[in-house]
């Protein structure tokens, strides 16, 4: 089956500066990668997501990669502000829909 | 559109008594439903999938006899915990996908459920 690994698991980063969040996975039928941005005690939120046929896709200050052939994706968040700081999950979704352990993000005012 | 809801919210039930969690979608209709389970600081484990009129898929690890999971509707999901302990105790989040069309594309989930069973 597939296996989605994030890192970092915490990441703190002064605000205005860049957070990257980087996953790899194994299925190489995986075609869709979603993001998730999960505030303490809320739903997952999708903020962003990027198909296959598709190499980066941007919205506002948030980007993703995504590298097919070294079956990675990273979350790029530019200019950092307080209310970024929340829990990322990325996913990789092909016949099963996995989700990565997750990373717990603290922009520091 | 594409909302999800869940409910209760949150339950505090005795231990070895059952409880069932709704899962809905509200805009839309679902052809698969997700179950989740997630505790404090850690990421969300699937529980189970299940689309509409057949039986969910469990994954390894999880009861099936102790987590049941009815899908009758394309609406509608929902999971009871029998007779629960206090290890049951977790926030369980449901998701539905088939927005989209495509099942596989954009889990929407539900704000999550938080059981205490004392």
């Known amino acids: 089956g597939e296996n989605v690994e994030q890192h970092p698991s915490t990441l703190s980063v002064q605000e205005g500066d860049s957070a990257v969040i980087k996953c790899t996975y194994s299925d190489s039928a995986s075609n869709y990668f979603p993001w998730y941005k999960q505030e303490l005690g809320k739903r997952p939120q999708l903020i962003i997501d990027i198909r296959s046929n598709v190499g980066e896709k941007k919205d506002q200050r948030i980007a993703v990669t995504l590298n097919k052939t070294a079956k990675h994706f990273s979350l790029h968040i530019t200019e950092t502000q307080p209310e970024d700081s929340a829990v990322y999950f990325c996913a990789a979704s092909g016949n099963q829909f996995y989700f990565g352990t997750g990373t717990s993000l603290t922009v520091i005012p | 559109g594409a909302v999800v809801s869940q409910h209760p919210s949150w339950v505090i039930c005795k231990s070895g008594t059952s409880v069932k969690i709704e899962c809905r979608s509200l805009d839309f209709q679902a052809t698969t439903m997700f179950w989740y389970r997630q505790f404090p600081k850690q990421s969300l484990m699937l529980m189970a999938t299940?689309?509409?009129?057949?039986?969910?898929?469990?994954e390894q690890g999880v009861e099936k006899d102790k987590f049941l999971i009815n899908h009758a509707s394309l609406t509608l999901s929902t999971l009871t915990v029998t007779s629960a302990h206090p290890e049951d105790s977790s926030f369980y989040i449901c998701?539905?996908?088939?927005?989209?069309?495509?099942?596989?594309?954009?889990?929407?989930f539900g704000p999550g459920t938080r059981l205490t069973v004392t």
């Open positions: 998701s539905a996908s088939g927005a989209s069309g495509n099942p596989r594309y954009e889990q929407y």
């Open positions: 299940s689309n509409e009129g057949s039986k969910a898929t469990y």
